[in-house]
């Protein structure tokens, strides 16, 4: 018996990238009292070697949702920038987005995939404040895939401090 990393060292090791989430808060139109942001994501590769095939599952709460220029499903198929949408048998907050053969991550490069957008209290300069106070957080759970590699989970976490010191509040 042995480790499935021993075995690879035996016949030789395989050439993987490294792929990790790439997120940034981006600011949006204010007026009034809402203050609009939203939360670029992709992947990353920081590892020697391309990353083919790439993939990645987004799982988002009931206050976080992809930005839909409209409510089309022709909208939701074009809610990525790079990657295509694969509807999911699941309903709800589940996204799915891969890559074919002509899609790659090279080296110490990042790929834009979409955007996710907070709504309700997170908009509003005041839910904004109440949901400091109580010490809550904007987050979502990803999963990376890519030919020939492991899949890598996590999940991406906004405190609703962070939240107001980005839109200088």
């Not at 009931?62 to 930005?67: A, I, K, P, V």
């Not at 709800?92 to 987005?97: I, M, N, Q, R, S």
Request: aromatic share 12%; hydrophobic share 35%; charged share 20%.
């Amino acid at each position: 018996m042995m480790e499935h990393h021993m075995l690879e060292d035996s016949f030789g090791r395989r050439q993987k990238p490294k792929l990790d989430i790439y997120h940034k808060l981006v600011i949006g139109a204010s007026s009034g009292n809402k203050h609009h942001f939203s939360i670029l994501f992709g992947i990353k590769n920081t590892g020697k070697y391309v990353a083919t095939y790439p993939a990645i599952k987004i799982v988002t709460p009931n206050d976080l949702q992809l930005y839909f220029p409209s409510y089309s499903y022709s909208a939701v198929s074009n809610t990525s920038i790079n990657l295509k949408y694969i509807p999911t048998t699941k309903e709800g907050g589940d996204w799915f987005y891969a890559g074919g053969n002509d899609d790659v991550i090279h080296p110490n490069t990042q790929l834009d995939v979409s955007t996710l957008v907070p709504i309700g209290d997170w908009i509003i300069k005041d839910g904004l404040i109440r949901l400091s106070d109580r010490g809550k957080t904007l987050s979502f759970s990803y999963e990376i895939f890519a030919e020939g590699c492991s899949s890598v989970k996590g999940v991406v976490e906004f405190t609703a401090d962070e939240i107001l010191d980005f839109l200088r509040i």
